[in-house]
């Protein structure tokens, strides 16, 4: 056995020192990777005078050389006001998300990516940058530009080649941010009225064809003025302010780009008429007329412009009417 015992403690001793080896080796090998952000843009915000979000049409993926002029299938631009509130300078309506718009621009002003493809791209074509998707551009205070063109799809990495204009890397950028901060639509204010949730009504009116009801609020209770049963006035003017508050719509028609007349959309006369006051003196107006598929024309008489709508908005009116037993 006094043999072995050499031959052992050999062994026992090698096995400790390899194993010391590797352990040092793996914590040399595999250490904590590190945060690692790259800033490709950073500008303040506070001089920001515009910045416009474009998506350009399908054709844009095609390799084109022909150097034609790539369509754009949409364009969102915002301009700062004189009070320095923000306005939707295209398509339109005029009024700007404030929580969406603060949202782009604290993450626009400072765009941090978390990897670099390459350094010096001899080829955009490859990354979908040759002819971007997307394009964001803010103009400053005193005319400078800072441009980012957003191109392909990056599967494996889940996320969208970026570049800035200007400047050779190419970067990828989170698929979620065209999801979330880079969303055009998001920027635009779609409620179908201005309402704040502080306020309340103190007269509503609804009128579906010769269905009619006109509630008034003095002293916290609401009296009957004419059509409905006195007991459904609360009922009214409660619901009323609770589904014009959460409505919202799909699709704007400047006043000169309408489908049809105001007629024939069915707004002339509304086939649901409402009118309310607020407590804080806002007057809301609204005619929503004919369906189609599964949304309704809508007009805000007070703002003088004309919506899609989903249908659900006019059920939810109409509701208010039917539940109590007018029709």
């Known amino acids: 056995m006094k ?5 052992i403690a050999a062994v026992a001793v090698f096995a400790a020192l390899l194993a010391f080896v590797l352990l040092n080796k793996k914590d040399k090998e595999e250490p904590p990777a590190p945060d690692q952000f790259f800033t490709v843009l950073e500008f303040v915000r506070e001089d920001l005078h515009r910045f416009e979000i474009v998506e350009y049409a399908a054709a844009q993926a095609l390799n084109d050389q022909s150097g034609a002029v790539i369509p754009v299938a949409s364009r969102v631009a915002l301009e700062r006001a004189k009070d320095g509130s923000w306005t939707v300078a295209e398509p339109g309506p005029p009024r700007a998300d404030k929580a969406a718009v603060d949202t ?9 990516v978390e990897r670099k493809v390459e350094d010096n791209p001899g080829d955009l074509d490859k990354y979908g940058l040759a002819h971007p998707h997307y ?3 803010a103009v400053m205070k005193d005319k400078k530009q800072h441009i980012v063109h957003i191109g392909a799809l ?3 990495a889940n996320g969208y080649y970026l570049k800035v204009v200007g400047k050779k890397p190419v970067y990828i950028i989170p698929r979620n941010y065209l999801d979330t901060v880079f969303d055009a639509q998001r920027l635009i204010d779609k ?3 201005s309402l704040d949730p502080q306020e309340s009504f103190v007269s509503a009116t609804l009128q579906a064809g010769d269905i ?3 509630c008034r609020k003095e002293k916290d209770q609401w009296t009957l003025s004419q059509g409905a049963a006195a007991q459904d006035c609360n009922y009214i003017g409660t619901g009323l302010f ?4 959460d409505a919202r719509f799909t699709d704007w028609f400047p006043p000169d780009s309408l489908p049809e007349t105001k007629q024939e959309l069915g707004l002339a006369p509304g086939r649901i008429h409402a009118h309310a006051v607020t407590d804080r003196d806002t007057v809301i107006e609204l005619s929503i007329g004919k369906q189609v598929m599964d949304k309704v ?3 805000n008489v007070t703002r003088g412009e004309i919506y899609l709508a989903p249908a659900a908005v006019e059920q939810d009116i109409r509701d208010l009417l039917v539940e109590q037993g007018a029709e």
């Not at 043999?3 to 031959?7: C, E, L, V």
């Not at 609770?242 to 508050?245: E, K, N, Q, T, W």
């Open 3 to 7: 043999k072995y015992a050499f031959t």
């Open 212 to 214: 009619r009801a006109e």
């Open 297 to 299: 024309f809508v007009e």
């Open 104 to 112: 782009f621009l604290y993450n626009f002003a400072a765009l941090q």
């Open 135 to 137: 394009q964001v551009k």
């Open 191 to 193: 409620s179908l009225v």
């Open 154 to 156: 990056n599967e494996l």
């Open 242 to 245: 609770d589904a014009l508050l």
